[in-house]
């Protein structure tokens, strides 16, 4: 049985106060902390092996671009890739995302064609795609979620046409937490002929990700959602679909020749890399997946345990109100105490050194799904204990009065 106290040790901020209480950190939608292995790594590298990558002969440059490419080798075996190259290097998922919305759009889209997405997407997964359908007079088409936050893929069913190129969708909601059946989804939209990208941002840590049985064509996530630094994120392309699509960003790195008035471009993965990556944070990335593997799927069975016990126990105090409520939930949890401000009980909390978040989760059509503008969002890790979920449902119980003193 997974024990969340053998590994916090490996976690130094987890050891601090705040406002005079321990703190506890439920904030890891948004994001999770760093262990010991990855700061080592991160530090490592700018102490030992500072040069840039690809493009010198010189010892550390050679050292450095090694480091990198072993980093790259860390995260296909991590999502069960067919070929290194599938993998790209991004600054996060917005990026990865916004990178597949511009080249497929470019590639693939035409006067008239659809995309579909869901009203349950992060906006890093919606906006892109908006804008991508505007510049190409496509049709955006909005799968809309089930009243209790789930999605019902008949519903789906009945939207895919001969029209539909690409079908965008979370793997876990970042405000509700439903797990979404990326299975379905991706064997009905490939029957249609579309291409299917999965936002695993907030997926990437609750279970293990294989995108050759997914067979999914584009999976993004950031490193900071899953131990790694901020800063970093992986796009998996199939390599027959990446090799298909342009470059949307220029300069060094990507070129295979230029002269004054023409490029070509390198093969993959470096011909969506331009630039000087964030070489530090990628090996400290993988050294973060590697981190997660180590704990194996009892760490996530721990943080799923952590969720069905606040679940139960909130439903059980009379001002909660808590946000959805889909079939299969994992990693968040969101709810309003009745009548007040989602601000308001996130800054009392935060007065008993209770971290979560609050506003809109960027999700806005998400929360107005259930009439809402704004929730407080509660996200445990791996490394937060059965203890803490008491202490914040201790604090919870002491918020209300409070909250509703301010009333009076």
């Known amino acids: 049985m997974f024990q969340p106290e053998s590994i916090r040790g490996d976690f130094p901020i987890l050891g601090l106060s705040v406002n005079s209480h321990p703190l506890i950190y439920l904030d890891n939608a948004a994001t999770t902390q760093m262990p010991e292995p990855v700061l080592a790594t991160y530090c490592e590298q700018h102490r030992l092996y500072e040069a840039n990558v690809h493009r010198g002969i010189h010892r550390l440059s050679q050292l450095s671009t090694k480091r990198m490419e072993e980093a790259r080798v860390k995260v296909q075996r991590f999502l069960n890739a067919r070929y290194p190259e599938e993998i790209i290097f991004t600054s996060g998922t917005t990026a990865g995302i916004n990178l597949v919305a511009e080249s497929f759009g470019r590639a693939f889209l035409h006067p008239g064609d659809e995309i579909i997405v869901t009203n349950m997407e992060h906006h890093s997964n919606l906006v892109p795609w908006q804008e991508t359908c505007r510049r190409h007079e496509a049709a955006l088409k909005i799968w809309t979620m089930e009243a209790n936050g789930s999605l019902d893929v008949n519903r789906l069913a009945s939207m895919l046409s001969s029209k539909t190129k690409m079908v965008a969708v979370c ?14 989804i991706v064997k009905l939209a490939h029957a249609a002929g579309a291409f299917v990208l999965v936002d695993a941002a907030q997926a990437i840590r609750h279970g293990r990700t294989n995108v050759q049985e997914l067979f999914c064509d584009f999976l993004v996530f950031s490193g900071h959602k899953i131990m790694g630094p901020t800063g970093t994120g992986v796009l998996y392309g199939r390599r027959d679909i990446l090799e298909k699509l342009p470059p949307v960003v220029f300069g060094g790195g990507m070129v295979d020749r230029v002269t004054e008035t023409s490029a070509s471009f390198e093969s993959l993965p470096f011909k969506f890399e331009a630039g000087t990556p964030n070489i530090a944070g990628i090996i400290a990335l993988g050294e973060a997946l590697e981190y997660v593997q180590r704990l194996g799927i009892g760490a996530c069975e721990h943080e799923r345990n ?13 001002e909660v109100e808590l946000v959805g409520s889909p079939r299969f939930r994992v990693g968040v949890l969101s709810f309003n105490l009745q009548g007040f401000s989602a601000f308001d009980t996130a800054a009392l909390l935060d007065k008993l050194g209770i971290a979560v978040r609050s506003g809109h989760h960027c999700a806005q059509p998400a929360l107005r799904h259930f009439g809402l503008e704004g929730a407080v969002r509660v996200s445990p890790a791996f490394y937060n204990t059965q203890e803490e979920m008491e202490a914040f449902l201790d604090g919870l119980r002491r918020v209300i009065p409070l909250l509703k003193g301010t009333k009076t």
Do not use: H, K, T, W
């Not at 793997?171 to 379905?184: E, H, Q, T, Y």
């Open 171 to 184: 793997g876990v909601s970042n405000v509700i937490g439903a797990l979404n059946p990326l299975d379905d």
């Open 306 to 318: 952590l969720i069905r016990y606040l679940e139960q126990e909130m439903r059980e105090i009379p």
